[in-house]
């Protein structure tokens, strides 16, 4: 948009075109530069951008043409980034607005889902298009009235938008307490999904019973061994350089950057590389990049940990290393069973001066035949469900009890009756 006495006065001029019911549907008259301005604010007119801005809004309300405006969760469109807003606008009879119409505010961002797994860790949340349609839809049939409401939403008389700001953003008229309940029975609905996972998988690993006895003598192998004979390959994580690792909102295909610092402070990785970054630095061996199904294992003694990276590709930093099994010889969830155990990280740990860390071609795994070893990596791969959803489920109580103490603590338990 043009800035300075031209521009202000080509924009008044187009926005008096526009407003003129005699050319509402004249097709020679751009709208997109107005409702640009109008809705975010961005462009500079003249020397009394905010004016303006606000002039254009009060016009669009007391015409009549603003039926909802709807914020949408971050990554619907570019730049996924920002939670843009969907105005929803309908054409003006030429009466003016009544003065008891009103406007409806949707904050359909709410509706993003509990960010878990790979979106957690890379910061990559998809879109529940399903959800989010079938929120908006319900918020705009019942006009932010009673019904099966899944997202914040409220509606506003037009006389009360018609400040001096006239500021039509959704989460500053949603009242807080509905966006806080929303989110309360959406935490206690994933609560109850992670307990019931947990039933399930405690149902299950409870009827393992570990033989107290010694078993048959098997005999253990070394990280090392299996790789001279061809079993694993082992490679080592590496560095990236500097200026190349990204931080902040991530695109769709980025691939994280983990340290040990990140595995101690647990969540996701704050960096990341663009996904053809990060695969021409595989191919030229400058990057360790994972393939699905690889194990990665920890070297540090202090975040000594092992897994099936079931998430790759994923950037390893040092002292992590990635490990490719033969399936003809290794079970891969079997492998980071046996190579997470704390007895075996003691028994291969070294100790500098300065600090501690674990030789992982020391580690042992038990010796058994491939069949044998998907017995026991299913048993493995339960395991470490188990622990994924006890972690996650003290997560989401922690979120639940702060949630539902400023609740109380603000007086929102309803009121006896009688």
């Known amino acids: 948009m043009p800035s300075g006495r031209g521009g202000e006065g080509g924009l008044r001029a187009r926005f008096r075109v526009i407003c003129d019911k005699r050319a509402v549907y004249n097709t020679l008259h751009s709208l997109e530069s107005i409702l640009a301005v109008a ?51 309908r054409a003006p009879d030429g009466s003016g607005v009544d003065p008891g119409s009103e406007v409806l505010l949707v904050d359909a961002a709410s509706t993003q889902p509990e960010v878990t797994g790979r979106a957690q860790r890379t910061g990559r949340a998809g879109i529940d298009w399903p959800l989010l349609r079938r929120s908006v839809l319900s918020a705009v ?33 949603v009242p807080d307490i509905a966006a806080a309940g929303l989110g309360l029975r959406r935490s206690w609905a994933r609560f109850g999904a992670l307990l019931d996972e947990l039933h399930d998988l405690t149902t299950t690993l409870s009827q393992l019973e570990l033989n107290a006895e010694d078993g048959p003598d098997q005999g253990a192998v070394t990280v090392s061994d299996l790789a001279r004979a061809g079993a694993l390959s082992l490679r080592t994580g590496q560095h990236p350089a500097d200026d190349t690792v990204l931080t902040g909102d991530a695109p769709a295909d980025a691939v994280p950057v ?30 360790t990049v994972t393939a699905p199904g690889e194990v990665v294992i920890v070297g540090a003694y202090r975040a000594f940990d092992a897994w099936v990276d079931v998430d790759a590709p994923t950037v390893l930093g040092p002292q992590l290393f990635a490990v490719r099994v033969d399936p003809a ?27 501690s860390r674990v030789d992982i071609r020391r580690l042992q795994v038990l010796r058994i035949p491939l069949e044998e070893q ?5 048993a493995f791969r339960r395991l470490s469900a188990f622990e994924r959803s006890l972690r996650e489920a003290g997560t989401v109580g922690r979120e639940l009890v702060g949630g539902m103490i400023d609740g109380l603590s603000t007086g929102k338990l309803p009121r006896r009756r009688g």
């Open 39 to 89: 809705a975010f604010g961005t462009a500079t007119v003249g020397g009394d951008t905010v004016t303006a801005i606000s002039r254009i809004r009060a016009a669009l309300l007391r015409a009549g043409v603003l039926r909802a405006v709807i914020a949408l969760p971050p990554g619907c469109a570019p730049p996924h980034s920002v939670a843009l807003h969907l105005w929803v606008l």
């Open 141 to 173: 049939r019942t006009e932010g009235g009673p019904g099966d409401q899944t997202c914040a939403c409220v509606s506003r008389p037009v006389i009360e938008l018609l400040d001096d700001e006239i500021d039509l953003t959704p989460a500053r008229h």
């Open 258 to 287: 983990l340290t040990v610092s990140d595995v101690l402070a647990g969540g996701r990785p704050p960096g990341w590389l663009p996904a053809q970054e990060a695969s021409e630095g595989g191919k030229r061996g400058i990057l």
């Open 329 to 355: 010889l290794l079970d891969p969830w079997f492998l980071a069973g046996c190579l997470r155990a704390p007895t075996n990280a003691r028994r291969a740990g070294t100790h500098a001066s300065s600090s």
């Open 374 to 378: 998907r017995r026991y990596g299913e």
